[in-house]
Each structure stands twice: as structure tokens, then as C-alpha cells.
């Protein structure tokens, strides 16, 4: 009714040649064949998948870090009606602690359709988010899945609310690769006894580059994480960003390149 090719899985294996039939709607003897138990037979599917084409993406935030990571850092920069839709979309959880959120959209405002691509990524583990995107299959029903919003409750983005999500994507991600190069410069400087003063330089110099806070706070909860001092004080650490930040930035209060160097 929602207008998805259903694609029926076994295994999570498509059953049929999805490729041929991305657009085609199933017949009422197709789906009878696919899950139709009524014979006390097995159904040849346990699961769906949907067929994305050109009128709808998915996010994926595949694992929980990745999923808090969307809700606290990405949802909340959008606005409010966008994030209100966020929450209202259809929505599958999956059995690995994904999460896959549908959109549609009109196919006018994207007539080449919005393509997949992956924004963010931990390193070292199967988490990220992605956006799933035209000729992609989205595994949204089956043993382990769970139903969060169903598929009536998929909405619609306007032009300039998909452009404000995928646009928030791409600025996190851009922001977490350049913060990850800083903090593969600064760690290995920073151990005792030049762990305070590399924050205080590196607060003092990004603040007179008018850096947000929140971004010196993130660089410094990240050299912690990646040196692995357990003896570190974050409250400590981020009361010298806090401090140096309250300050006027071209005052000769707040170090720059000099003392960083």
C-alpha cells in the first residue's frame, strides 16, 4: 500500500531476481506462494526485505554507539518539524542492534534519486552510519527484527528537509575525519608532563581560531580515550576548555600557535 517492491528472503537470501522486479508490485499468488502457511507448510520466506529505487532512502545506524551517536549529536542540530519527522518514520530495529529509518521523497526534487553513501564509521568495530539509498534492498522484517514505527507511518521529507539531514551527515562526518587527524597528532605528545599543557595550548589555539567549544571538549575526551590514561580527570580537563573559552579570544589571555608549538 506504501508503494515498496517487496523482495522475500530465506536466510536473508532473496529468493527471486530482485534486480528485474525493483519497480514490480507482487501478485496476490506471489506473496500467497512466499509466506502463506495456511496449508501447515512451512513458508518458503522467514523474511522482507524492501526495494529502494527513487522515491525513498533509508538511514542506517548500525550498532547502539552508532545510534546514540545519531540521536544526541545529529537529530538535535536539525530543526525542530525535521526532527519531529525522525522520530514518526517508519522504523526497524534489527536483530544487531541497527536501526534502519525510511524516508520517501518526490521524485522531482531528486530526479537521479539519492545514492548510498557512508558518512561516519568506527574504526576497529561494524558500526556506522550510512544512508541506503537508490538500488539498495533494506532487510526490514524477519526472525530478530523489530517493528519501532511501521510502515504507516513513513513520511515524506520536502526538498529542504533532505537536504538538511543528509547535510548534517555530511558535516558530522566531515568533523569526526578532521578531529581524528588531530588527535592522531597531539597523542603522541601527550603523556606526563605535558598532558595539561597540551591542552591548554591546544584550547588556547583553536579558541582564537574561533573553534566551538564543544569541538576543543571533543578533542580532548578523544586524546583521553585514545592514550588510554584511566588516572585522567575529564571534569578537570574540560574546566581548562571551559575556562580558556569564557576569554576573549584575541586577548593575550589565550595562548596561541606559540605555546602550542
Known amino acids: 500500500d506504501h508503494g515498496f517492491p517487496i523482495i522475500p528472503l530465506k536466510d536473508k537470501i532473496p529468493l527471486i531476481e530482485y534486480k528485474h522486479r525493483r519497480k514490480d508490485r507482487a501478485t496476490t499468488r506471489e506473496i ?15 523474511g522482507i526485505a524492501i526495494a529502494i529505487n527513487d522515491t525513498e532512502f533509508g538511514i542506517d545506524t548500525d550498532g547502539e554507539k552508532c545510534e546514540c551517536i545519531f540521536l544526541d549529536k545529529i537529530v538535535p542540530s536539525l530543526s525542530a518539524e525535521l526532527q519531529n519527522k525522525i522520530h514518526k518514520t517508519m522504523h526497524t530495529k534489527t536483530p544487531r542492534n541497527g536501526h534502519h529509518r525510511i524516508f520517501r521523497y518526490i521524485h522531482g526534487n531528486f530526479p537521479d534519486g539519492i545514492k548510498e553513501k557512508v558518512y561516519f564509521k568506527l574504526n576497529g568495530e561494524h558500526s556506522e552510519i550510512a544512508l541506503k539509498g537508490k538500488d539498495h534492498i533494506l532487510v526490514e522484517r524477519g526472525p530478530g527484527y523489530e517493528i519501532i514505527n511501521g510502515v504507516e507511518n513513513l513520511v515524506t521529507l ?9 547535510g548534517a551527515l555530511a558535516t558530522f562526518g566531515a568533523e569526526h575525519e578532521a578531529l581524528a587527524k588531530v588527535v592522531k597528532k597531539l597523542q603522541t605528545y601527550y603523556v606526563k608532563p605535558n598532558r595539561d599543557n597540551i591542552i591548554f595550548a591546544v584550547s588556547g589555539y583553536l579558541h582564537k581560531g574561533r573553534t566551538p567549544e564543544q569541538i576543543i571538549k571533543e578533542i580532548a575526551q578523544r586524546l583521553i580515550d585514545a592514550t588510554g590514561y584511566s588516572d585522567e580527570n575529564p571534569t578537570k580537563i574540560f574546566q581548562i576548555v571551559k575556562d580558556t573559552c569564557s576569554k576573549d579570544p584575541d586577548s593575550d589571555q589565550v595562548s596561541g600557535y606559540k605555546r602550542l608549538h
Open 32 to 46: 500467497d506462494l512466499w509466506f502463506s502457511n495456511g496449508d501447515g507448510r512451512t513458508p518458503n520466506a522467514n
Open 158 to 166: 520536502t526538498k529542504a528537509e533532505a537536504d538538511e539531514l543528509l
